[in-house]
């Protein structure tokens, strides 16, 4: 069984950074490429990133796209988002999901994914 848990979630003001963790346990890390997606209140959850298994390639939604960086550290089985330039509009709770390898696309839609973590809420100020 693989577990995910988020970190780095909080209250930060409009222009600021966050930085957020995954920690991934119960199998070979590098086996997942790993994601970001997020669920605003009252919205269906939406892809923010994703990486692949040996961090060559990575993809983002156009909402974030030069604001948000995600990056992996396989020694420590971590996935992180750095965030940066924060809007109101990013205000939302923030999951990181495993997608085991099958193939060399990566994956957007939350049904490609194997494993979730339990989500970290990140609160943009005005």
């Known amino acids: 069984q693989v577990q995910l848990v988020e970190s780095g979630g909080g209250l930060v003001q409009a222009g600021g950074s966050l930085r957020l963790s995954c920690v991934v346990s119960g199998r070979t890390f590098n086996s997942y490429d790993m994601g970001w997606f997020r669920q605003a209140p009252g919205k269906e959850r939406e892809f923010v990133a994703v990486i692949r298994w040996s961090g060559s390639s990575t993809y983002y939604a156009d909402s974030v796209k030069g604001r948000f960086t995600i990056s992996r550290d396989n020694a420590k089985n971590t996935v992180y988002l750095q965030m940066n330039n924060l809007k109101p509009e990013d205000t939302a709770v923030y999951y990181c999901?495993?997608?085991?390898?099958?193939?060399?696309?990566?994956?957007?839609?939350?049904?490609?994914?194997?494993?979730w973590g339990q989500g970290t809420q990140v609160t943009v100020s005005s």
């Open positions: 999901a495993a997608d085991f390898v099958t193939g060399w696309a990566l994956g957007t839609q939350m049904s490609e994914y194997d494993y």
